[in-house]
């Protein structure tokens, strides 16, 4: 793994990408809705689901705390012997950082983990597999179960029964080879070595722990545990969104809503954009307005959802990163200033 470094500069880049990023998502939400809608701005305000939106805050903490339950249960899986109130205080740093590019909030979880408990890379690596697989896994479980229903109850939907069959594809060959890929990379690693004749023992060996360590957390019980986990999370925060589009005059259930975040979400993670911004958006604008709401009223919909579900996160994130970053200074120093004995 490479030698990451983050520096107390680091909370300054963050909040000027999300001061950008949230001003720009308010300026176009504003703009789009004030054009598109016959409504005046004060009349929006005058409207605005206060306890909707409330509830779509909760739902994402309480989200927020299934996802790093998973990633507890992944590091007891990996025998990572660290405090779970620790854990937690090291999971929600990583928020932070979602919006920056590079997507090295969750890099910076690891980094804390290595500062603070010493713990190499090789053993906390398999962390970031099992946070990005079963996510994925639980999105794509939601999505088609929310598009089940849709097309059940609305029975020409040609296009969503398409895209239910292709969400479901993506789901089985995802689960497919998440379970045979550890084994399969073990064995092709092995038979690297011997092709090799067997040059750079210690790199191997290093690859060969990575490799069987990440088995432990996508072996099909801790994956079944963790993406139940975070498909429950989600399911709430469906629950929600479906609740906020019914406050705001979208008469849509929580199927819809649990359509809108999970394909949603999965379009931001394609954009390969900072916190899915662009490609999260444009999705579900595009689911809403194909449910039949208006463009403006799709606009302002998608701009709530976005900044409860992401930003309440990394504002968490943010007022604990300069602890954080400050703590795992003083230790650095603390290391550095103890002496080295010397050699006889």
């Known amino acids: 793994m490479p030698r990451f470094t983050f520096t107390p500069d680091l909370r300054r880049t963050a909040m000027r990408w999300v001061i950008c990023l949230v001003s720009l998502t308010v300026l176009v939400t504003l703009v789009t809705t004030v054009l598109t809608s016959k409504k005046s701005l004060m009349e929006h ?28 249960t992944a590091a007891h899986a990996l025998k990572l012997q660290v405090p779970i109130i620790r854990m937690a205080y090291y999971y929600t740093v990583g928020y ?175 954009s390969m954009m900072p916190a899915g911004v662009g490609g999260a958006e444009a999705t579900m604008v595009f689911l809403l307005t194909q449910f039949g709401a208006e463009l403006s009223i799709a606009v302002l919909a998608t701009a709530l959802i976005r900044l409860c579900v992401v930003w309440v996160t990394v504002a968490a994130g943010l007022v604990l990163l300069p602890f954080a970053l400050r703590g795992a200074s003083h230790r650095a120093a603390r290391r550095a200033a103890k002496p080295v004995p010397a050699r006889i």
């Open 96 to 270: 932070a950082l979602l919006p920056t590019p590079g997507k090295v909030g969750t890099a910076i979880r690891l980094w804390l983990l290595k500062e603070y408990h010493g713990l190499p890379y090789t053993r906390t690596a398999p962390l970031l597999a099992m946070d990005l697989v079963s996510d994925s896994l639980a999105l794509c479980g939601l999505g088609v179960m929310g598009l089940m229903v849709l097309s059940f109850y609305m029975g020409d939907s040609y296009g969503l029964q398409t895209l239910m069959w292709l969400v479901g594809l993506a789901f089985f060959v995802g689960a497919t080879l998440t379970l045979a890929a550890p084994g399969l990379l073990v064995r092709g690693l092995n038979g690297l070595f011997s092709l090799t004749g067997k040059r750079r023992p210690r790199l191997f060996a290093r690859m060969r722990m990575l490799l069987l360590h990440t088995t432990r957390v996508l072996g099909w019980r801790v994956l079944l545990l963790t993406t139940t986990q975070s498909l429950v999370g989600w399911a709430l925060v469906g629950w929600a969104v479906g609740n906020l589009l019914s406050s705001l005059g979208i008469p849509l259930s929580m199927a819809h809503g649990s359509v809108v975040v999970s394909l949603g979400t999965m379009g931001g993670f394609l």
């Open 45 to 72: 305000l005058y409207t605005f689901p206060t306890h909707a939106v409330l509830w779509l805050v909760v739902a994402t903490i309480v989200e927020s705390i299934l996802r790093f339950w998973r990633y507890h």
